[in-house]
């Protein structure tokens, strides 16, 4: 830390001299003006820490420097001591209206010069560190509305990117970085198929406003429960949903979460279709679900691009999504073999058993396939749903 720096003002040499030997001497660094006006050209070229000024001085005497000082909004707190050969009983109140600090009068006593120099410092140096963590104070609070700002940014992005895509996609694409998810990659994923019963001949009877105002009710249960389990929707088409778990958020259940998801889905879908038929309308649920690896990123053009999954799994989950009768929930093999230890235990509030749907002959796959039938215990089996 440098040494403070002390402007001497007095047009006397003899006294210049004598109060530059003292204070250079304990360390201080000065600088001397011989008038006012040059007092105050040296200020607002260099500010010193402190002025030892001269009352008594031709032209601006020291009264009129000090006034002339304070009147700068950026010397409002440099120390002033007025040095004066005056009866300092007189000069007092002068001295102070002008704007003094302090006072020493001629002859000079080094200790008392040395105790009211040392004391002005130390206050001017406590109200400088106040002054420099106020600055600090404002950086931070800038620092800190900008990264406000940016939050919330990010939270509209968010909330934008999450009306096509899910919570853990939409922020897993926002976060960037080498872990893009839009970029192609392959990963086992438990797939997860929906599609209405009956919805081609209730379309056919229906007005166009009552169609979108089922698919509304549809979307908004089964979508509520897609996000509960973590879920990630990979796309609406009509009366059928696709979703899958495992990407691009890793879930080590996520056979388990995908058949409790399908036994809530079910039951909500049973509390809809019973609204429904009261309103003439005959619709009920299948759901199929498989397990497998698939190639997943992103699938479209620079204005418009879907997260989507290609393999034979969500092939596998459509086909037996479209055995499935209304109410039912059709597996897989591996799904079965994933979940089969979980029957009749409470997981996740949801318990299930499971029992043999045969071999079906699906479209697309040369063999035929072994699928089983997940029925939920507790609030009646999913099967029973219509």
Do not use: Y
């Given at each position: 830390?440098?040494?403070?720096?002390?402007?001497?003002?007095?047009?006397?040499?003899?006294?210049?001299?004598?109060?530059?030997?003292?204070?250079?001497?304990?360390?201080?660094?000065?600088?001397?003006?011989?008038?006012?006006?040059?007092?105050?050209?040296?200020?607002?070229?260099?500010?010193?820490?402190?002025?030892?000024?001269?009352?008594m001085m031709p032209g601006m005497n020291g009264y009129d420097v000090c006034r002339a000082i304070r009147a700068d909004p950026s010397c409002a707190v440099l120390p002033v001591v007025l040095v004066t050969a005056l009866d300092p009983e007189q000069e007092r109140?002068?001295?102070?209206?002008?704007?003094?600090?302090?006072?020493?009068?001629?002859?000079?006593?080094?200790?008392e010069l040395m105790a009211r120099v040392r004391s002005l410092l130390r206050v001017k140096s406590l109200y400088d560190e106040v002054q420099r963590q106020r600055l600090e104070?404002?950086?931070?609070?800038?620092?800190?509305?900008?990264?406000?700002?940016?939050?919330?940014?990010?939270?509209?992005?968010v909330s934008r990117l999450k009306r096509f895509f899910s919570?853990?996609?939409?922020?897993?694409?926002?976060?960037?970085g080498a872990d893009?998810?839009?970029?192609?990659?392959?990963?086992?994923?438990?797939?997860?198929?929906?599609?209405?019963?009956?919805?081609?001949?209730?379309?056919?009877?229906?007005?166009?406003?009552e169609v979108m105002g089922v698919l509304g009710q549809y979307h908004a249960a089964m979508g509520r429960l897609v996000l509960a389990h973590?879920?990630?929707?990979?796309?609406?088409?009509?009366?059928?949903?696709?979703?899958?778990?495992?990407?691009p958020q890793p879930l080590p259940d996520a056979p388990q979460r995908a058949v409790r998801m399908a036994i809530e889905m079910q039951r909500a879908m049973m509390v809809l279709s019973t609204?429904?038929?009261?309103r003439g309308y005959d619709l009920h649920m299948g759901i199929g679900i498989a397990q497998g690896f698939a190639t997943l990123g992103g699938i479209g053009f620079d204005g418009r691009i879907d997260y989507g999954a290609i393999g034979t799994v969500t092939n596998l989950a459509a086909r037996l999504c479209g055995e499935a009768a209304g109410g039912e929930i059709l597996i897989s093999p591996r799904v079965r073999a994933a979940v089969q230890e979980a029957q009749d235990k409470e997981v996740g509030g949801v318990r299930w058993r499971i029992e043999d749907a045969g071999e079906l002959d699906l479209k697309g796959f040369h063999r035929k396939v072994r699928a089983a039938r997940v029925l939920g215990v507790g609030s009646g089996d999913a099967s029973d749903a219509e």
């Open positions: 830390m440098s040494a403070a720096a002390i402007l001497i003002v007095d047009d006397v040499d003899r006294n210049v001299r004598l109060l530059a030997g003292i204070l250079a001497a304990r360390g201080f660094r000065t600088r001397t003006a011989d008038s006012g006006e040059a007092a105050l050209r040296c200020i607002a070229a260099d500010p010193p820490d402190l002025v030892l000024l001269d009352v109140v002068k001295g102070l209206e002008a704007g003094a600090d302090d006072f020493l009068s001629k002859p000079i006593h080094q200790a104070l404002q950086a931070w609070n800038r620092t800190l509305e900008q990264r406000v700002e940016e939050g919330v940014r990010q939270l509209e992005r919570p853990a996609l939409a922020e897993a694409i926002l976060a960037g893009d998810p839009l970029r192609s990659h392959r990963c086992e994923i438990t797939v997860v198929f929906l599609d209405l019963r009956g919805f081609t001949a209730f379309t056919e009877t229906s007005d166009p406003e973590e879920g990630t929707l990979e796309r609406f088409s009509g009366d059928g949903m696709m979703i899958f778990f495992n990407d609204q429904w038929r009261r």
